[in-house]
């Protein structure tokens, strides 16, 4: 069995799964996103909010990672710090061209203190390798908040706007070529928008002037497995979005 036929197996695509034809409706639509300018689709609303405060989101913006790192690890901006073991920055490449953000910590990310290292994480590994990635190689992994939020529940607004400035200094200093916005939760933070994954996979968003493509949550993927085809879909248009730019 090749490597790839093996990636394919864990992601619950095997033995051989070959990405099927879109109708042509679809591809029409992906073709249209694609070709129009970037940017949120209008009838979308804003819900999200962005910073608590403009002197600390000043201060956050001209942190290096050093002083980011310590200023995620010391923050008591919301509440989620009172019951974490440790914040959770991110993980990987600091250069990389490709920037993937999820919703929060889980316990075994509060734990260890990286994302994405549980069961979601095997399958966001698979996922990578599955376009010819790997963690830490032009890979950065991150989330929208940095404390594990009780019972894994999502974010609330007040919790995410308070981790706002550091995703958003993270981005700046990466500088990534493209985003991958994992879940809904993480959509909705990056595009300031209400975002539904059914109608935004397999278009091409903006954040900040960078391109940023949608996709499930690892972990909705275990719960939900026959989306595991449709994932595949998303790592395909990943790939040519970025081959693209």
Same mark, same amino acid.
């Given at each position: 069995?090749?490597?790839?036929?093996?990636?394919?197996?864990?992601?619950?695509?095997?033995?051989?799964?070959?990405?099927?034809?879109?109708?042509?409706?679809?591809?029409?639509? &992906?073709?249209?996103?694609?070709?129009?300018?970037?940017?949120?689709?209008?009838?979308?609303?804003?819900?999200?909010?962005?910073?608590?405060?403009?002197?600390?989101?000043?201060?956050?913006?001209?942190?290096?990672?050093?002083?980011?790192?310590?200023?995620?690890?010391?923050?008591?901006?919301?509440?989620?710090?009172?019951?974490?073991?440790?914040? &959770?920055?991110?993980?990987?490449?600091?250069?990389?061209?490709?920037?993937? &953000?999820? @919703?929060?910590?889980?316990?075994?990310?509060?734990?260890?203190?990286?994302?994405?290292?549980?069961?979601?994480?095997?399958?966001?590994?698979?996922?990578?390798?599955?376009?010819?990635?790997?963690?830490?190689?032009?890979?950065?992994?991150?989330?929208? &908040?940095?404390?594990?939020?009780?019972?894994?529940?999502?974010? @609330?607004? @007040?919790?995410?706007?308070?981790?706002?400035?550091?995703?958003?200094?993270?981005?700046?200093?990466?500088?990534?070529?493209?985003?991958?916005?994992?879940?809904?939760?993480?959509?909705?933070?990056?595009?300031?928008?209400?975002?539904?994954?059914?109608?935004?996979?397999?278009?091409?968003?903006?954040?900040?002037?960078?391109?940023?493509?949608?996709?499930?949550?690892?972990?909705?993927?275990?719960?939900?497995?026959?989306?595991?085809?449709?994932?595949?879909?998303?790592?395909?248009?990943?790939?040519?979005?970025?081959?693209?730019?």
């Amino acid at each position: 069995m090749s490597r790839r036929d093996g990636i394919l197996r864990e992601l619950g695509l095997g033995p051989i799964w070959r990405l099927r034809d879109r109708p042509a409706d679809v591809v029409a639509d &992906v073709a249209t996103d694609a070709a129009a300018p970037l940017g949120v689709p209008p009838q979308l609303t804003l819900t999200t909010p962005v910073a608590l405060g403009d002197d600390r989101a000043a201060r956050i913006a001209a942190m290096g990672w050093d002083e980011l790192k310590t200023a995620v690890a010391d923050c008591r901006a919301c509440a989620l710090c009172q019951a974490r073991k440790q914040a &959770v920055l991110g993980v990987g490449d600091i250069d990389a061209d490709w920037l993937f &953000v999820g @919703e929060g910590p889980g316990a075994e990310e509060d734990e260890r203190g990286e994302p994405f290292v549980g069961q979601a994480g095997k399958l966001l590994d698979a996922m990578l390798a599955a376009i010819d990635l790997k963690r830490g190689e032009d890979v950065y992994i991150g989330n929208s &908040v940095k404390c594990r939020p009780p019972g894994n529940r999502t974010p @609330e607004a @007040e919790e995410t706007a308070a981790c706002w400035p550091y995703l958003e200094r993270q981005i700046a200093l990466i500088k990534p070529k493209l985003i991958v916005a994992l879940g809904r939760p993480a959509a909705q933070t990056l595009l300031r928008s209400e975002v539904k994954i059914s109608a935004s996979r397999g278009r091409l968003f903006e954040h900040q002037g960078i391109p940023l493509v949608v996709t499930y949550h690892p972990a909705y993927l275990l719960r939900t497995l026959h989306d595991k085809a449709r994932a595949w879909e998303d790592l395909c248009f990943m790939r040519r979005t970025m081959k693209g730019l």
